[in-house]
């Protein structure tokens, strides 16, 4: 169990708060009763009854130990589970893995069901569209002004392939079948409320014949098969990414624009959002991801895009079924309809379905040409295909003016304008794929590219001045550094090949389908400089500086680690300085992405620091902006260039995860602007976009925070005192986290040894290998792993180590002491980052439990090594716990996030059996005597405890 600090006397308010609780939460838990009960009848069913009952005597015991802190319980279940068989064992983890799936839908469906019963009751939720226009109305920000801040606003969630995401597809598709049964459940049940309560007749018969398809569908999960037999391609993952659109994105999206336009009347509401990817382009450390796998991300891309507008297009046809002889046609809709090659006398007096089966026919000709793929209806051949997107928008405006024409606007809402707005904003390439590498790639190539052609033999060896001077020399010469007929090395061709199909590329499926050039740990100058070198190489940037030459792809930097972070602003400041430069980036449409790090930094020195810094360097990156669009730069004339933050947020608080609205609201005054892209990494794109509702849940909380961020006015400046409290905590934390991480000896031994990493690693979650270079070392792990692994054995390090010591050296003791202290919770009440820092690391710590981390412990070997850390760990939990009661006046952990800590309390019981038995597998496996069987039980158990904690990576 947790440790917590000084437990609050009971008080009959909070008596009375969680017996309202406990009424709201009865459907929660009779779901998951029914859940378990299934479950329980596939296992009797499927593996007998001893098996059943032995994971129902496992699951008593560990109620009893989690519950009530019963210590011969915990005994016995410790008992229990080293009697186990490696079968027994896997099928008991297989048993409590399928629960915390199932435990996961019955949250879902509880939050959505809260939500609506919030909604008919007039109550909005923090976060919502209506919550966030309702403030900005009371604040007198007019719908036309939000109009105009929209039309200049740019909101995208990227999703990314980083390897968190241990659910198969299979699995998430037979999950999604058993959350829409559970909301037909609720459905049944609304319907028969007018007699009392009681269910009539026909829902008693509905409900039973819901129950026996429930049951369908857990036994179908419990004869999937969880895990991977091989590692995930990158096809593989693109298919995954891919899945969620027809979920959630192609009909959601349309549908929270109609929902704003409605709530916004007096015109349209420009398309500011859209969906972003890496999967297919994101070469950094994956040599997977080639020329090719671009290719075929953008071209399934453009097929699931074209294949949603076409099926929309032949369902309108279906409804528009309006005849010459009763209503009157416009001339447009009569030249669009004459166009057709649809000739059939059945439709020769229904203008509008003879047009639409022309417009069917062309985006049927454009699916051919850009993905290969065959229309699935084909009421005509496939006719000429449109040369964009914009061209088949303008056929619908035909169709929408002649509606509006004849008083349908009714009907043009229906179906049509959402049609037009999933073209508008999905195009026929479905989401900007960005490219990502690391600056050491791009030093290497230009490095060759320089040597071949004989202007430099040793680049690498330049100074960062020369280097800069060198290549604004070749980019602006008109001659080409490779040399025709000279073989370069393969990593240069591959980089070489990524750039020019890059090009053919956005020649075919457009401009929108690839913008950026993310370059990974930016450190200079010359880092961005030759990524636009290797643009003019191969034809994507087609002139020369010099000459007005403008890039094809954006070049974004992307800060990772401390150091980086804080020297980003005087870089891009030494970057805009040089000649061309500013001129360029505006000639392209003068915006420059920024990415920032979240999950390097966080490894690098703790949450807070990590936090702290990308703070500051947002605040230094924006004044730079401002400067440079109202003074210049040395040399250079007032360049007004808009600024993006990217934030590169991982699932885990460890890597930046965390509520995306606070996130968005906790960023310094003037950084949002209505810009901001941020990465939907590993699990927790499932968990936000498995399910449509939850999924347009999670774009609106993107929408209201910019919105809020962006228009209300500006709260009162932050005092300079806090930010050198700020600046003194990020310090102390840095120290304290370093100095058990980067400089204790025998820390990396302990980290393998107490941690499922070296067993992650041989899971098959991702194309990405675990590491950048030789395993074993903590500095070479990537920041997926590293926070994956800590989440796994319950310590959560990552997302809260160093603040407890930061407080405690702050305040001190003696005079002052309460000063200080006031001066922290005055901090926490009024400064949303402080605040928002501190919600994540108390979510964090509530996720952690220190009994189960001390059973990780002991698979040491060193039992010297291990008592000295793990005493060292427990102690900074303790002062970290400590520091949050001081600070929020809570001593209970989520004490303001009862959703999360009801989350907890239902679901964490059932975690703890798969921890306690991949403890003991993991020591078997180890020993080198277990065989696949335990290697098996073992992959299970991460899956179930990752389903389980939900944001792990």
């Not at 993006?644 to 699932?651: A, E, L, N, Q, T």
Request: with cysteine; glycine share 8%; net charge neutral.
């Amino acid at each position: 169990m947790p440790a917590t600090v000084d437990k609050p006397a009971p008080s009959p308010r909070r008596d009375a708060a969680s017996q309202r609780l406990r009424r709201i939460d009865q459907p929660l838990v009779e779901d998951i009763r029914l859940l378990g009960r299934l479950l329980g009848e596939v296992i009797r069913d499927q593996d007998g009854a001893a098996a059943y009952d032995t994971v129902e005597r496992i699951r008593l015991l560990a109620v009893a130990f989690r519950r009530d802190a019963d210590l011969q319980s915990e005994q016995a279940l410790e008992q229990l589970l080293k009697s186990l068989s490696d079968d027994q064992t896997v099928s008991v983890i297989r048993a409590f893995t399928y629960f915390s799936h199932l435990a996961n839908l019955a949250e879902d469906r509880h939050h959505i069901r809260r939500r609506q019963a919030r909604e008919r009751a007039g109550d909005q939720q923090e976060g919502s569209l209506d919550v966030a226009l309702a403030r900005l109305r009371w604040n007198g920000v007019l719908p036309q002004t939000v109009r105009e801040a929209l039309a200049h606003s740019h909101v995208s969630p990227v999703l990314t392939a980083h390897p968190t995401e241990v659910q198969r597809k299979s699995i998430l598709d037979a999950e999604r079948g058993i959350a829409q049964l559970l909301a037909q459940r609720d459905d049944i049940r609304a319907r028969s409320q007018g007699t009392g309560g009681a269910l009539d007749a026909v829902a008693t018969r509905e409900i039973a014949a819901n129950e026996l398809q429930l049951k369908a569908r857990v036994m179908q999960l419990w004869h999937t098969r969880l895990l991977r037999f091989s590692r995930l391609t990158v096809a593989d993952e693109i298919e995954n990414a891919l899945s969620y659109y027809d979920t959630t994105f192609l009909r959601e999206i349309p549908r929270l624009y109609a929902n704003l336009e409605r709530e916004l009347p007096g015109g349209p509401v420009a398309s500011f959002l859209r969906m972003g990817h890496w999967v297919g382009g994101d070469r950094d450390g994956n040599p997977q991801v080639t020329a090719d796998t671009l290719a075929l991300a953008l071209r399934r891309q453009s097929e699931v895009a074209l294949r949603h507008l076409l099926t929309e297009v032949h369902h309108l046809g279906m409804e528009l079924s309006h005849s010459a002889r009763l209503v009157s046609v416009p001339e447009p809709l009569q030249a669009l309809a004459a166009a057709s090659p649809d000739t059939s006398e059945h439709r020769q007096d229904e203008p509008y379905r003879r047009a639409l089966t022309g417009i069917y026919a062309r985006l049927a000709a454009t699916l051919k040409a850009l993905s290969g793929g065959e229309a699935a209806r084909h009421a005509l051949p496939p006719q000429n295909p449109y040369l964009d997107c914009a061209d088949f928008v303008r056929d619908l405006r035909i169709i929408e003016d002649a509606l509006l024409a004849q008083h349908g606007e009714v009907l043009a809402d229906l179906r049509l304008r959402p049609l037009i707005r999933a073209a508008q904003v999905f195009g026929f390439h479905l989401a900007t794929l960005d490219l990502r590498q690391h600056a050491q790639r791009f030093e290497a190539v230009v490095a060759e590219l320089l040597a071949t052609a004989k202007l430099e033999p040793a680049y690498g060896a330049l100074d960062e001045a020369a280097r800069c001077r060198l290549l604004l020399s070749c980019l602006d010469d008109r001659r080409a550094l490779r040399v025709p007929g000279h073989a370069y090395s393969p990593d240069t061709e591959s980089e070489l090949a990524v750039f020019g199909a890059a090009r053919e590329l956005r020649e075919r499926y457009g401009a929108q389908a690839l913008r950026h050039h993310i370059v990974s740990h930016t450190g200079s100058v010359s880092d961005l400089l030759e990524v636009l070198l290797l643009q003019k190489e191969t034809g994507l940037l087609p002139r020369p500086l010099a000459d007005g030459g403008v890039p094809g792809l954006m070049v974004v930097p992307l800060f990772e680690t401390i150091d980086d972070l804080r020297r980003a602003a005087p870089l891009l400041r030494d970057y805009f300085a040089l000649p061309g430069i500013a001129s360029m980036v505006q000639r392209a449409g003068g915006e420059q992405e920024v990415m920032l790090g979240y999950s390097e930094s966080n490894k690098d020195a703790g949450l807070f620091t990590s936090n702290w810094t990308i703070h500051r360097a947002s605040v230094e990156l924006v004044a730079l902006f401002d400067t440079l669009a109202r003074d210049g730069l040395p040399g250079v004339p007032a360049t007004r260039i808009r600024l993006r933050m990217f934030h590169g947020r991982g699932g885990s608080v460890g890597r930046g995860g965390g509520p995306s609205y606070d996130a968005i609201l906790a960023q310094p005054e003037g950084t949002v602007r209505g810009q901001i892209r941020l990465t939907e990494q590993g699990e927790v794109i499932a968990s936000k976009y498995a399910n449509a509702d939850i999924g347009r849940r999670n774009l609106e909380t993107l929408v209201a925070a910019t919105l809020e961020a962006t228009l209300l006015p500006p709260a009162k400046p932050i005092p300079a005192e806090w930010h050198e409290v700020a600046e003194r905590l990020s310090q102390a934390s840095a120290a304290s986290y370093r100095a058990l991480v980067h400089e204790t000896p025998g820390f990396d031994r302990y980290f393998f040894g107490a941690t499922p990493i070296r067993e992650i690693a041989e899971l098959h979650i991702g194309s990405r290998p675990a590491t950048r270079g030789a395993p074993g070392r903590i500095e070479d792990l990537r920041a997926v792993p590293w926070s994956f692994s800590w989440s796994q054995c319950r310590v959560t390090l990552p997302g809260w180590f160093g603040l407890g010591s930061a407080v405690h050296d702050y305040l001190g003791e003696g005079p002052g002491r309460e000063q200080r202290l006031a001066l922290l919770k005055s901090m926490h009440r009024r400064w949303p980052f402080f605040r928002t820092v501190v919600a994540n690391i108390d979510m964090v710590l509530a996720k952690s439990d220190m009994a189960l981390a001390r059973r990780y412990a002991d698979l040491v070997d060193d039992e010297a090594l291990r008592q000295r850390i793990f005493a060292r760990i427990e102690a900074e939990w303790q002062r970290t716990a400590q520091a949050l009661q001081l600070i929020t006046g809570n001593a209970q952990r989520l004490a303001d996030n009862p959703s999360l800590a009801r989350s907890i309390h239902h679901r964490f019981p059932y975690i703890d059996p798969l921890h306690h038995l991949q403890v003991e597998l993991m020591r078997r496996y180890r020993s080198g005597l277990a065989g696949e069987r335990v290697q098996l039980g073992i992959h299970l158990s991460i899956n179930g405890i990752a389903a389980g904690l939900r944001n792990t990576g």
